[in-house]
DNA sequence: GTCTATACGCCGATAGAC
DNA sequence: GTCTATCGGCGTATAGAC
């Protein structure tokens, strides 16, 4: 792996971990064990570093789309995987938060330019879902659906890192899980 | 209004607009108009000022919830006080999220001492609104529910502050509204 | 209570040797 | 490509005059 490849990575998890704002170049060289005046040879600035993380996480997140879609047969087998995220990564989230959501929110704070870049992650995933909904038949709310869902996963990452709390995440998976079923039997009667 | 108190009003407002760690002792200073070595008069820490913030807000919120308590005759029209916030507070939340949601965001990614003292705040809502589905007869849910608007809410106002989208937040509220309904019907049946 | 002056460290960023 | 040395600015925090 190339010392930039190196340097996006370590940044990505210090972005995730710290949060932005809060990382300096020496936690990402200390990361990395280079000096902070090599790391400029590769980053001239800052936004720099952040705008090679968020390309590198629109292209992982892209591949993780595609797995998904290739593992599963049914729509609803496929927006049940992006639910699963939140027990997946449980652990982390309880402890950092939702990657995606807290970058946004920290971004959209502060002003910075790259929060339409960063909010592309959340757009991925909208249209990625808006795609399994219409296959599952709900064409004129395929898009509001996408955006709802994205938004409960949302709430239960931010009040389980508050709470700290995993019997509260298993339970918000059931409701989605419910609701999710609504929408098929709904969708059946039409 | 003590020195102090405008301290404490003009941190409030920065800690949200541009987040706790952005904010500097200048700022607030710039803010009340007065010097950085008064400033240390007042707060001899950052923490210190954070401290009284979350102090004044926990205050505050109960305020709110006691009025809410007091306009209302009926649970569900309690609950439906709580979830309007989002509108009234619609542009505030597109464009800086949920102050308390971002700051218990911000607090658990530093790992910040107070980060419990903040999630007081969120726990304010919980109980209150846990108290209004017990008054509605939902007895052993009460908790789960109240926690279910709760993050529903937090949903709704990070992804209103990423994609700044008022309609969004009109069409949640909507379902907001549904889902509360089918809650109330499910205990008449019983 | 409010001010100015000041200490010291970390920040992002640059210059230049190897 | 990697390093050391260094800059100017801003951060928190203190001392002491008024």
């Keep these: 792996m190339t010392t930039r490849e190196q340097i996006i990575e370590a940044a990505d998890l210090l972005f995730y971990h710290q949060g932005y704002a809060h990382t300096s170049f020496s936690h990402i060289a200390d990361a990395v064990k280079i000096s902070r005046g090599n790391f400029y040879y590769h980053f001239k600035t800052k ?5 090679a993380v968020i390309t590198s996480r629109l292209v992982f997140t892209k591949g993780l789309l595609k797995q998904w879609e290739d ?3 049914t729509p609803t087998e496929r927006i049940l995987s992006f639910v699963h ?33 960063a909010n592309k992650l959340f757009m991925l995933f909208r249209t990625w879902l808006k795609k399994q909904f219409i296959q599952l038949g709900c064409n004129e709310k395929a898009d509001d659906y996408a955006l709802h869902l994205l938004a409960r996963s949302q709430g239960v990452a931010s009040l389980a890192n508050s709470f700290k709390d995993k019997k509260f ?3 918000e998976i059931d409701f989605m899980g419910e609701w999710l079923k609504q929408c098929c039997e709904k969708e059946a009667l039409n």
């Design 85 to 117: 995220i939140l027990i997946t990564n449980q652990d982390k989230i309880i402890r950092y938060g939702c990657p995606v959501g807290t970058l946004n929110a920290e971004l959209a704070k502060i002003d910075h330019p790259f929060q339409p870049a």
């Design 71 to 73: 593992a599963s047969t």
């Design 47 to 51: 936004d720099a570093i952040l705008d």
């Design 169 to 171: 995440i298993a339970r």
